[in-house]
């Protein structure tokens, strides 16, 4: 078992910068990949960065250059630092782990990103 506690979301106005943070605990020496998704009403959940455990990042399009995902394995957290953000950045955020070997996957309870314009 793994449990995720997201904090960080919040309300900024066009072209803030926001941190949000998840953090692990219970089985965290089995996590692989770690992510952040996020939805709005009405759409399906959307990736929006993952990192593997060797630190390997992938981000969707419309945040590349403004959203940096990181962790530290050590301390089995993760940020995903979000810079110059936009209304459409407005979603519910989570938090997202993946076992090694089973493959399981657990999630945050989320948190919410309001960027006014």
């Known amino acids: 078992q793994v449990q995720l506690v997201e904090s960080g979301g919040g309300l900024v106005q066009a072209g803030g910068s926001l941190m949000l943070s998840c953090a692990a605990s219970?089985?965290?020496?089995?996590?692989?990949?770690m992510g952040w998704y996020r939805q709005t009403p009405g759409k399906q959940r959307e990736l929006v960065a993952v990192?593997?455990?060797?630190?390997?990042?992938n981000y969707v399009d419309s945040v590349k250059g403004r959203f940096t995902i990181s962790r530290d394995n050590a301390k089995n957290t993760m940020n995903l630092q979000m810079n110059s953000l936009k209304p459409e950045d407005t979603a519910v955020y989570y938090c997202k782990v993946t076992l090694r070997g089973t493959g399981r996957v657990y999630w945050g309870q989320g948190t919410q990103v309001t960027v006014s314009s």
């Open positions: 219970g089985s965290t020496f089995r996590i692989d990949q």
């Open positions: 990192i593997t455990s060797g630190g390997t990042t």
